[in-house]
């Protein structure tokens, strides 16, 4: 019988800058964000590398989550400004095809702002 083939990640450069914001105050800000998509989702999703992140508003979640092609998540809490949003970041890592997004995390659109700016955007 055959098998079915296996899962595949496209992952490019996101060509512009990222700044990831809850309430007043800034996450992540990046030119050097990745672009991904996965068989397990037709949307792009950005991911941001941990040296452009602030972790002093993250600590991680005892929640737990797993995704068909990147395999288990670490999930992040988000404490800013007297406020949090659990889940908010999450991390991958740790099977084949999410190898080359270890040490990136990727935001939850619905819990934070996430402002992507091409790099051929106008300018305001």
């Known amino acids: 019988m055959p098998q ?13 800058t990222v700044t990831v914001r809850f309430i007043d105050a800034v996450l992540a800000s990046t030119s050097h964000a ?8 037709r949307e792009e999703q950005i991911f941001i590398p941990f040296d452009d992140i602030y972790f002093e508003f993250l600590e991680r979640s005892v929640s737990a989550e797993a995704c068909p092609v990147k395999g288990e998540a670490t999930l992040w809490t988000v404490r800013a400004i007297g406020r949090s949003v659990p889940d ?4 991958y890592g740790q099977n084949d095809a999410s190898g080359p997004l270890r040490e990136y995390g990727l935001f ?3 819990k934070v702002s996430v ?7 106008p300018a305001t």
């Open 4 to 16: 079915p083939p296996a899962a595949q990640v496209s992952i490019r450069h996101y060509e512009g």
């Open 108 to 110: 939850d659109p619905r």
């Open 88 to 91: 908010a970041m999450r991390s």
């Open 115 to 121: 402002e992507l700016t091409p790099v051929n955007a």
């Open 34 to 41: 990745l672009s991904v998509r996965d068989d397990s989702t």
